[in-house]
């Protein structure tokens, strides 16, 4: 849902089947992430920020070595 940078697939439900009872449970989008975060979520929004964290901090991240990696954590804090 959250790769689904501009709603392309209109995702807007979560399904799961369950092959052993023969049972879908589906959740709309919005009250599962509401439920999972304790709050409503603006998924537009998250979805921007997926993407910027994806396309832009991971790749740095990635190549930073194991130091720089624990430096930016201590610093964090």
Not at 62 to 73: F, G, K, L, M, N
Request: charged content about 25%; overall charge neutral; proline content about 4%.
């Amino acid at each position: 849902m959250l790769l689904d940078y501009s709603d392309a697939f209109a995702l807007h439900s979560v399904t799961i089947y369950g092959v052993r009872y023969g049972h879908y449970a589906t959740w709309p989008l919005d009250d599962l992430c509401a439920e999972l975060a304790g709050r409503p979520i603006d998924l537009a929004a998250m979805r921007q920020e997926f993407a910027q964290v994806v396309r832009v901090e991971l790749p740095d991240y990635r190549t930073a070595s194991i130091v720089d990696r624990i430096r930016r954590r201590v610093a964090a804090r």
